[in-house]
């Protein structure tokens, strides 16, 4: 077990269910995770985190993944004496923090999400690791290595239903084992960069590339850009996000889009509420 304490007001819930990560759950005991092989339960008691399961040897590990060698109390400082519309969005939720996570099982599940809803896109990836990742001491399925799916075809993922997406997971482990992606250099490179290089790769926007970058490349100026994003950041800052935070867009990007989905109408609702204003004002 690893006993972490003063997190910075970290809030485990508004960090693992933002839609950043897809192997943690909620349970009974706390947030059950696999991450690089490693099968803990998380939980929090005040300001400390607890991991059960977790080695002490691995304490600088789940501190990296979890940031919690940030500053982020002085951040958040930051971005709020710096913007008043953004102070109110991370008073919302000032507990959510952008993980640090391993390089192609990010690359993995964030191509997995194209077209795709949080709840298939977690029953993807476990059937993907329960397929095909290596069985783990303490129970469940590790994420299977860039070399084990490059050996394979695009049909040899159909237990996965995940429809166009087998081929260009396929395509990015093929060019991860290989080396043509390569982590350590997509690191070193400007951020532009980095992100033409990963749209080399099949099925790799954009959006997928950029959640790449904030997500497990901590290039913190990366902010994934979907349409509920854009119309949220066209509605709430349509200059872009403020000067205070664009050295960490993508961090401040996280308390927007959170404000966003739970204070902006989805585009069902709009459509809704403007049907029932137009039947209004119809008097039917």
Known sequence: MIVVEN????????????GQAFRWQAGPHGWQGIVENRSVTARMEGDTLILEGASETDRDFWVH???LDMDYPALLAKFSSGNKRLAEYVRHKPGIRVL????FETLCTFII???NNIPRIRAIVERLCTGLGQPLEGGGFGFPSAQTLAALEPEDLAFLR?????????DAARRV??????????????MENARAVLMTIRGV???VADCVLLYS?????AVPMDVWMKKAMCQLFPRGVPVCCRSHAGIAQQFIFDYARHHLPSGQNQKSARKMQVKEASGN
């Not at 640090?100 to 390089?103: A, K, V």
């Not at 084992?177 to 400007?190: F, K, S, T, V, Y």
């Open 177 to 190: 084992a290989c080396g043509q992606i390569d982590e350590n250099a997509l690191r070193a490179m400007p």
């Open 100 to 103: 640090r996570q391993p390089f």
């Open 113 to 115: 999400s194209q077209n």
């Open 65 to 67: 993944y979890f940031a």
């Open 217 to 221: 490349l901590s290039f913190w100026k």
């Open 7 to 18: 997190c910075g007001g970290m809030d485990l819930a508004a960090t693992l269910d933002c």
């Open 205 to 207: 926007g954009p959006k």
């Open 162 to 170: 995940a429809g166009w997406r087998a081929e260009y997971l396929i």
